[in-house]
């Protein structure tokens, strides 16, 4: 049996997916709300197919509970914040939960950490937590760690096909915990070192991070000289050897818009390229700002009250906030508009912040100028319905004529 703990954005479809696939699961979550959700037979955020698996899980016995088990396997799965000052990860959810495991495992148990960290994490952190309470790593209990590769709005998808890293200290308990992963996971996994994982993971998001901050810096330069960033990467990825992403709003979610912190926090003098990346990335929000601003002057809108903003998540099709270019936005909008901008998302059903609509269409009747922050599924079928707006269009989307782009 395997337990899984925390069941967020990550560990929620890992142990669905493992009950799934024939494996005996128990989530836990300390969270006795979210259990009781999922125990009244009902998901806790939306993701495509991520119900079909939910029943396929349920019907093959998986349980969910606020305590831990005992058995041999664990997979952590939960939080690993940063501090935003320092750019260290904060590591304490994950010790906590590796603590709340001690002290119900038998000797022999495997921990697995799925949680994203920072190169060293495991040594600087999790093996001191664990040998402070008399285990010895290696007899008593065995540490692996084993990054997620997963985005939302695919994560069902991304979970079956998805190449895997296996971090471990020895060869053998590293190849039991691939079986354990193989039995549903179609794509390679690869079994090395914990450090090696650890590096792997966070490398992958900062690379990401660094392409569309290059493509954000681009999109500035040609705003300023009047060309089309978009037509200009189209013609430039027709090279085999380049590939350059889209600019955008801002980065969000917690993975590409954190994870390359990791490294800051953690490597200073070494990580010039990497943090000016983020700063590039950290500065579109205010930029859209200051756009809006020329827009409304050029335009002649008068009245700052009717200015609407489509999209409050993060990226597209998904109701995760977390990090959302849009809430940076808002956050920014006292100095750059006198009046709160109204926000619709088609996504986000409870109210999170001020002047949020539920009803696209009395959105759009009380604005007289729409920014597009998201590119949802929605707003490319209702697009008709943007026509006599000014729109300024943050995500290529719109193809409206006279539509503002980024």
Not at 100 to 119: D, F, N, Q, R, Y
Not at 278 to 302: A, T
Request: hydrophobic share 40%.
């Amino acid at each position: 049996m395997i337990n899984v703990i925390g069941l967020g954005y990550i560990g929620l479809p890992t142990a669905l997916m493992l009950a799934s696939h024939g494996v005996e699961v128990v989530g836990t979550d300390y969270n006795k709300e979210l259990v009781a959700t999922l125990n009244a037979g009902k998901t806790t955020f939306k993701e495509k197919g991520l119900d079909e698996l939910f029943d396929a899980a349920v019907k093959a016995g998986i349980k969910f509970s606020t305590e831990y088990q005992v058995t041999d396997i664990y997979i952590v799965s939960v939080p690993t914040p940063y501090d935003k000052f320092s750019k260290k990860i904060d590591p304490c959810f994950v010790v906590s939960a590796v603590e709340s495991v001690l002290k119900v495992c038998p000797k022999g148990a495997i921990i697995v950490v799925e949680s994203t960290v920072s190169p060293g994490t495991m040594d600087k952190f999790v093996r001191p937590a664990v040998e402070a309470k008399g285990f010895t790593i290696g007899k008593d209990i065995h540490l692996v760690h084993a990054p997620e590769r997963i985005i939302p709005g695919n994560m069902v998808y991304e979970l079956l096909h998805n190449n895997r890293t296996i971090g471990a200290d020895s060869r053998e308990i590293g190849e039991k915990v691939k079986k354990c992963y193989a039995s549903f996971c179609q794509g390679e996994i690869v079994v090395t070192d914990i450090k090696t994982a650890e590096m792997t993971k966070v490398v992958e998001n900062t690379f990401r991070a660094v392409n569309i901050a290059f493509a954000n810096e681009l999109a500035k330069i040609c705003n300023y000289d009047g060309m089309d960033v978009y037509e200009i990467i189209k013609i430039c990825n027709m090279h085999p050897r380049v590939n350059i992403l889209q600019p955008g709003p801002g980065v969000g979610g917690h993975c590409i818009s954190v994870d390359p912190w990791f490294l800051v926090g953690d490597y200073p003098a070494l990580t010039h390229v990497i943090w000016d990346a983020m700063k590039v990335n950290d500065s579109m929000p205010v930029y859209v700002l200051n756009k809006v601003s020329k827009i409304i002057k050029e335009v002649g809108i008068s009245d700052y009250r009717r200015i609407g903003v489509y999209g409050l998540t993060y990226k597209e099709n998904v109701d995760d906030v977390r990090e959302s270019p849009t809430l940076q936005l808002l956050e920014h909008q006292q100095h750059h508009l006198a009046e709160p901008l109204k926000v619709y998302d088609p996504w986000i059903e409870k109210d999170l912040v001020p002047n949020q609509y539920h009803d696209f269409d009395k959105f759009l009747n009380d604005v007289d100028l729409v920014i597009i922050m998201v590119k949802h599924d929605h707003i490319k079928q209702n697009m008709n319905k943007l026509k006599g707006k000014v729109v300024f269009d943050t995500c290529n989307v719109c193809d409206l004529e006279g539509t503002y782009k980024l």
